[in-house]
Structures are given as C-alpha cells and as structure tokens.
C-alpha cells in the first residue's frame, strides 16, 4: 500500500505521523523501550495533544532483534498468531553511552541515538545492515477510517530482496509491490497460494513481519531506497535477523518460526496422478500402473484427484462406488505392487455431501455473523468451509481421514484453503482478516498430525497448495495451477526458489504444466526438470501425464530420470536432512550457495540442487540453453566432460540430457540401486570424486532412509595421492574419480574416470593420480 505522492506529497486522504526523536527510554532485563513523539518536542505544550509512539525491542535469540511499535495499545488480542520459537535462556545485552543506547543481541546490534533524529540502525560487524530513518516508523489514517502502522527500512546500493512466499514475479522483488494475502490465482499472476512475511536479502540479513493478515509490501516501489511494510492495525512488530550468509539467515529464520519435517524416503519417487477432469476408474488406474512397469518406469505414488469421490459431493470422503466398487480391494492389490497411494482433499464441504447436514448439525461449518452457515458456490456448489479453529471439528474431519487411512490411503493432497471470507464469525473468536492468511495453517496441520498419528513419525508427507509462515513444517508443498508452456515451467521455477528463500525446505510442480496439453518436447522439458525437484509428480487438468501418450522417447527420459534421481538418493536425502536441521531447501537459488558471486545473485533459470549439483532446465523446444556456471573446474554429472567458470555458457543439449554439473571438489554419493527410492543407500554406494583440489579434504555422510547416519566416507587429497576411507560403512563400497585417471589396487578405467571397488571390511582406497591429473 502506497501513502505518498511522490517525494513532498502524502496521497489524497491520508494523514501520516513518523516518529521524530525519543523522549524517553527504558532498559531493563535484556529489553530495550524507547517512547518516540511524532514531532519536535521544544517545550511542554508540544507533549499536548499529540501520538506517542511506544517501540519495544528485544531478541527472541542469537543473532535476531525484534520491533513492536504501537499507537493505541488498548485493542483487545485476537488471534491467530505465529507459534514462535525463542531460544531458551537467551537474553539480549543493553548498554548505553551518553545519549547511545544499544541493544546486543550475539553479532547483530540495534544502536540509537537518542538525542538525535529517529533512527534505529541494525548493524553486524560494524557495519550498517539497515536502518529505519525518518519515514521509518509510523502510522497513517485514510480517508476511510482505516489506521495502518507502518515501517521502512533502507536499501543500500545494490541491495536485492527475495522470497515474500512462493511468488512467479520476477526473482528480485525490488520495485514490486507485494501484498500478503492468499489467492487462487495460479502461477501467471502477481497473486500467490503461499504468502509469507519474510523476505530475504543478498546483504546478510532478513526481516519476518509477525502479523499473520495481510501484510501490504512496497520494495523499493514507493520510496525506492527502502522496503516498506504496512499492517491494518494499531500494533507493527518485525524480526531483523542476521546472518553472514543467506543460508545463515534461514537457518535463524526457521529456527524462529520452525523447522521442516523430514519427509519419508518413498515421497522422493515418482508420483503419477489420474489428472483432474480426466476420464479414470480402476481399469485406468490399473493400465497405467502396469504401462509405467511395462516400460521399466519406476513408479513410487499413484495420486487418485478430486473425482475419486463423487461430484458435488467434495468432501465427503467417500469412494464414487459406480467408479471403484472395490476400494479396499483395489488399495490392497496397489499397495502390493509396491505402490503408495495418495487421494485429493479439500477443507470445505459441498452442499450435497452427506457430510452436509452432520457438520452444520454438530456445529463445525464456518458462520457468519447472523449464525448461518458461510456459503458459496464458487468450486462446489453450496459449498461450506470446516471450521478449524474448533478443536471439535478438527477431530471430526481428522476421524474422516482415519477411514480412509485405515482403507490403505498413505498421504494427502491438501488442496485449496486460499480464499477465506472475512464476512464470518470463527469459533475461538479469531480475527477474520488475520485467520484469512492462517487458515491453511490449521487445515494441513490438522492432516499432517492425523497422518504421523497413524502411520508414525517421520512417514507423514502433505502434497498442499496454500501455506504461511510456519507451514514449512507441513511439507510437502507445490505451485499450483500452471500452463503448459515452457513460460510456465520458467515461472514455477522462480515461485519454487522464492518459496525456497522463504523458509520451505520441499517443493514440486506439476510435470508436464497443469492447464493444457504439453508438446512431447515441453514434456520431456519438464520431466528432467521434475526428476531433479525435490518432490516429482506427473499430474495434469484435463489431458493425461503417462510419458508413453506423448512419444516413446518421453517414456526413455521418463525412466532414465527416474531411475537418476533414485541412485541419487544417498544425496538428496542429505540435502533433506539439511532442511530439517538448518532450514535450507534441497532446491536452492544460487545466491544461497555462491553469495560472493554479484552473478549469482539475479538468477532464476536455474539453482543447486543440494550443496554440490548445479541444475539448469531447458526451457526451449529445441534445446538451447542459457546457463551460469561459477567459478572452478564443474563435471558433467552425465558426461564426465570439465566445464570451466566463471562465465556464462550457451549449450544445445538432447532429450537424454540437459546441465547437471557437479561442483568442483565435491564428493557425490551415488546409491547402488535405482528401481526404487528406498533402499540401503550406504551397501554399493559409489563416492564420486570431483576435480578435488590438492590439499582438500571433505567429509560425506550416507544418510539411512530413517534419516540417521548410515556411513561416513573422509577424502583426502595430498600431492597426487587421492585417499576414502569409512571405519563404518556396512558392505561393498566403491570411488569413482570422475574424469580422471588414476592407479591403484582394485583400480580400473570406467566410462566416466576411474573406479576403484572396496569389498565389504574395507576401510580405506588409496588412489594415485596418473598423468595430467597427478
């Protein structure tokens, strides 16, 4: 939301108050008060009917400062409100000297002068990180009534700013305005399925808003050297929080407002999905599967969509019986093909669901104000919304997902949950406009809990649309409704990075664009890109997503990919385990692994796949790529070729292949087997060694499905001698120096470098590097 015209002018209607200098200022047990007046105060009668402005600041832990100003602080509390978490036994140190007072809280500092002008000024290392100057805290009143507390904090030169949620704008929020308020929108639109108070930036630090409504943005867009966020409210609080990298930033930011779940191995394989309008019963489900084993295309999840159930009638939880007869039969023989199974669900309840009149009877449907029930008929006609801030209703819609759990369901797609009335009465008494943003909090953790309660911690795996601040601990997420173009694919990854910067560790697409039939060139695009997501799913509107429908050489790439990313998973599920522990995304934005390179810093075609995997998709029919590469000696994870940075390259590449480069002295595990995600990652394994440096030295640990250490291989490089050795790994073992040649016991030439065999007991493969590579 805008207030000024131009640099002198306030728009039509509105009335501004800045905060001008301190008046007063309290310290007291590691928090830091101060009392700003909103003008000149040069004798008594100016502290005569006029705001005063009230700004607590504190840390809530290490390295994080937090703001609360307030006009009127007499508002009663309405929730809902993030769930935060402070470090415990951390307290921030004040200090003050002269007119300085200070606020300490680890490497991030909040100085004040408080003899004069306003400024709070954030700073680390001795240097200033941002600043809130003299428009920087204040309120406006409109013309309509409305009263929006309001903060800026500058940019400086060449300050970039990221994430706001999952966002298909461009990467670089600069000069675009943002509001923070969930849309159905799709991916073509300035609207967004995940909206979150956080933005990121490239100069170590972050800022997370805690107000869950909405939240109106102006980067750089009203006054272009700051970032200015406004609430509807008479309170404003915000988070700055510092890191030395952005990595560190996230990690302070998830530990703030919580961690991600770590998905279970399975998830990471393939999903294939009836696609939602399209024709299917079991006799499709069952062509399919067997199509997908037929042309040894491993397949991990089928997805049954929304007519599983029948028309009008979502939700209510029940098998269309005139399309499968038999759905604890038909689970029953999926489940022994192998396959887990995932079905669609949304929160709200069609008028002409059975579940109608017993929701409204028991009083879990959302009211509004004169009592009745809330409906539409947009979606499902007569549609109503379950009331989730009702610990009643919560149970009763989780009891319906148990049926179906116990029928042989293993997870959910947790559809919807964006366009929420604030015409309505919630059961807690919540703030309509604040629950807007916050009821897909509620709605997927309602699922997520029933799913870890019946299957068991570490097994529960969301594939939901709508999200917050906090909803990373819910994964999986997706992007939602795109077209099939090689646009879309381009815009899903840009919302897949921003939502990446803003805190979601998992994130998939849909394989092949949602809306619209794919060319079998943008298909195969789209599923190396898919297959190199943390999460992969092929799932359409009205057209179907099985590779062979397209061409044979889709089924080729389908089954090659797929079968990549499950000798990959030693790798991939480290990078998970990363998210868990330190909130960093397995699909990371370059700036998040290169924030030394100005290069990286504007990218968006292409990102890292965990530490040490560079991906660029194609996003052109006939192959053409555009790609960064960083600086060092890169390998093509797929040709063994070197690949010099820094500079930017342009490739053509066929279907079979795309850049998949693998940094320069890194260690890739790579699994034994590939016919299936889940398997014992760390018996066979292959470390695939990367150009490592003389004098490099690296440790790699080979993750367990459960998500403990299996084993743990160190490298080492001394002169031409290249040493690995595990005291712990539990079988054969092997070395794959990619691209180089080497001697050594049990050494021979490979197709991509030299390979050297550890049978089991084996602690340690000691190569020499032979001719250019000594």
Same mark, same amino acid.
């Given at each position: 939301m805008k207030f000024t015209d131009g640099y002198w002018l306030m728009r039509e209607g509105v009335r501004a108050s800045y905060a001008k200098e301190v008046v007063d200022t309290r310290t007291e047990d590691g928090r830091l008060t101060l009392f700003a007046s909103v003008r000149p105060v040069e004798h008594r009668g100016h502290t005569l009917n006029t705001p005063l402005l009230t700004v607590e600041c504190w840390s809530p832990a290490e390295g994080v400062i937090g703001v609360r100003t307030t006009h009127h602080a007499g508002a009663a509390a309405r929730g809902p409100d993030f769930p935060l978490h402070h470090q415990d036994g951390y307290e921030a140190r004040t200090t003050t000297d002269g007119s300085v007072v200070?606020?300490?809280?680890?490497?991030?500092?909040? /100085?004040?002068?408080?003899?004069?002008?306003?400024?709070?000024?954030?700073?680390?290392?001795?240097?200033?990180?941002?600043?809130?100057?003299?428009?920087?805290?204040?309120?406006?009143?409109?013309?309509? *009534?409305?009263?929006?507390?309001?903060?800026?904090?500058?940019?400086?030169?060449?300050?970039?700013?990221?994430?706001?949620?999952?966002?298909?704008?461009?990467?670089?929020?600069?000069?675009?305005?943002?509001?923070?308020?969930?849309?159905?929108?799709?991916? @073509?639109?300035?609207?967004?399925?995940?909206?979150?108070?956080?933005?990121?930036?490239?100069?170590?630090?972050?800022?997370?808003?805690?107000?869950?409504?909405?939240?109106?943005?102006?980067?750089?867009?009203?006054?272009?050297?700051?970032?200015?966020?406004?609430?509807?409210?008479?309170?404003?609080?915000?988070?700055?929080?510092?890191?030395?990298?952005?990595?560190?930033?996230?990690?302070?930011?998830?530990?703030?407002?919580?961690?991600?779940?770590?998905?279970?191995?399975?998830?990471?394989?393939?999903?294939?999905?009836?696609?939602?309008?399209?024709?299917?019963?079991?006799?499709?489900?069952?062509?399919?599967?067997?199509?997908?084993?037929?042309?040894?295309?491993?397949?991990?999840?089928?997805?049954?969509?929304?007519?599983?159930? /029948?028309?009008?009638?979502?939700?209510?939880?029940?098998?269309?019986?005139?399309?499968?007869?038999?759905?604890? *039969?038909?689970?029953?023989?999926?489940?022994?093909?192998?396959?887990?199974?995932?079905?669609?669900?949304?929160?709200?309840?069609?008028?002409?669901?059975?579940?109608?009149?017993?929701?409204?009877?028991?009083?879990?449907?959302? /009211?509004?104000?004169?009592?009745?029930?809330?409906?539409?008929?947009?979606?499902?006609?007569?549609?109503?919304?379950?009331?989730?801030?009702?610990?009643?209703?919560?149970?009763?819609?989780?009891?319906?997902?148990?049926?179906?759990?116990?029928?042989?369901?293993?997870?959910?797609?947790?559809?919807?949950?964006?366009?929420?009335?604030?015409?309505?009465?919630?059961?807690?008494?919540?703030?309509?406009?604040?629950?807007?943003?916050?009821?897909?909090?509620?709605?997927?953790?309602?699922?997520?809990?029933?799913?870890?309660?019946?299957?068991?911690?570490?097994?529960?795996?969301?594939?939901?649309?709508?999200?917050? @601040?906090?909803?990373?601990r819910f994964p999986v997420h997706w992007g939602g409704d795109c077209e099939s173009t090689f646009e879309a694919m381009a815009e899903s990854l840009r919302g897949g990075l921003s939502l990446g910067m803003s805190g979601f560790g998992f994130w998939s697409h849909d394989i092949g664009g949602f809306e619209g039939t794919p060319t079998p060139a943008l298909f195969k695009r789209w599923v190396q890109f898919g297959l190199l997501s943390s999460h992969s799913r092929l799932h359409g509107s009205h057209s179907y997503r099985v590779p062979w429908v397209y061409d044979e050489e889709a089924v080729a790439v389908t089954r090659d990919f797929t079968r990549l990313k499950h000798r990959l998973m030693p790798y991939l599920f480290r990078a998970a385990r990363q998210a868990r522990e330190r909130g960093v995304p397995v699909m990371r934005a370059m700036l998040l692994e290169f924030p030394d390179d100005p290069a990286c810093h504007t990218l968006d075609r292409q990102y890292m796949l965990g530490d040490d995997l560079l991906v660029a998709p194609v996003f052109s029919a006939d192959g053409t790529v555009d790609y960064y590469v960083p600086a060092g000696e890169w390998t093509h994870v797929l040709t063994g070729e070197r690949v010099r940075g820094p500079g930017w390259r342009r490739d053509r590449f066929g279907f079979d292949s795309l850049p998949l480069l693998a940094r320069p002295g890194s260690v890739v595990p790579f699994g034994a087997r590939d016919a299936h995600p889940v398997y014992d990652w760390a018996d066979g394994v292959t470390l695939r060694v990367h150009a490592l440096a003389d004098g490099a030295e690296t440790v790699t640990e080979v993750p367990a499905p459960d998500g403990s250490v299996a084993a743990t291989f160190r490298t080492r490089r001394s002169g031409a001698t290249v040493t690995v050795r595990s005291d712990d790994a539990p079988g054969d073992w092997r070395v794959l120096l990619v691209g180089t040649d080497a001697d050594g016991d049990r050494a021979e030439r490979a197709g991509l470098g030299t390979l050297a065999a550890a049978p089991a007991g084996t602690r340690e493969i000691t190569l020499r590097l032979a001719g250019r590579h000594a």
């Open positions: 200070e606020l300490t809280a680890g490497p991030l500092v909040l /100085r004040v002068d408080t003899a004069a002008p306003w400024r709070l000024e954030f700073l680390a290392g001795g240097r200033t990180l941002t600043a809130a100057g003299g428009r920087g805290t204040g309120f406006a009143t409109l013309a309509d *009534g409305t009263h929006h507390m309001l903060a800026q904090l500058s940019l400086g030169v060449g300050d970039l700013v990221y994430g706001l949620g999952e966002r298909f704008t461009p990467l670089v929020r600069n000069g675009q305005s943002v509001d923070i308020w969930q849309a159905d929108g799709g991916t @073509a639109s300035e609207q967004a399925y995940k909206n979150v108070p956080f933005h990121l930036t490239n100069r170590g630090y972050g800022v997370f808003v805690n107000h869950p409504g909405k939240v109106s943005y102006e980067v750089g867009s009203e006054a272009v050297g700051q970032v200015q966020f406004s609430v509807e409210d008479q309170s404003l609080e915000y988070f700055v929080i510092q890191g030395d990298t952005p990595k560190e930033v996230l990690d302070r930011y998830t530990a703030l407002t919580g961690r991600p779940a770590l998905p279970p191995a399975w998830s990471f394989g393939l999903w294939l999905s009836t696609s939602f309008t399209t024709d299917y019963d079991e006799e499709t489900v069952n062509r399919f599967v067997r199509g997908m084993a037929d042309r040894n295309v491993p397949l991990s999840v089928f997805h049954f969509d929304c007519f599983w159930m /029948r028309e009008y009638q979502w939700c209510d939880f029940a098998w269309n019986p005139e399309v499968f007869p038999d759905p604890e *039969g038909m689970l029953h023989r999926l489940g022994e093909r192998g396959l887990r199974v995932s079905v669609w669900i949304n929160p709200y309840i069609g008028q002409k669901s059975p579940l109608f009149d017993e929701a409204k009877r028991q009083g879990h449907l959302l /009211r509004r104000p004169d009592g009745s029930v809330w409906q539409g008929d947009m979606w499902q006609a007569g549609m109503a919304l379950v009331d989730f801030t009702s610990p009643a209703a919560r149970a009763w819609y989780a009891g319906k997902l148990r049926t179906l759990l116990d029928q042989g369901v293993d997870c959910f797609k947790t559809d919807f949950g964006e366009r929420i009335p604030t015409d309505v009465v919630w059961h807690d008494a919540s703030d309509p406009e604040r629950m807007h943003n916050h009821y897909t909090q509620l709605y997927n953790r309602t699922v997520f809990e029933v799913l870890e309660q019946a299957r068991g911690a570490g097994e529960a795996v969301l594939f939901a649309r709508s999200a917050t @601040a906090g909803g990373q």
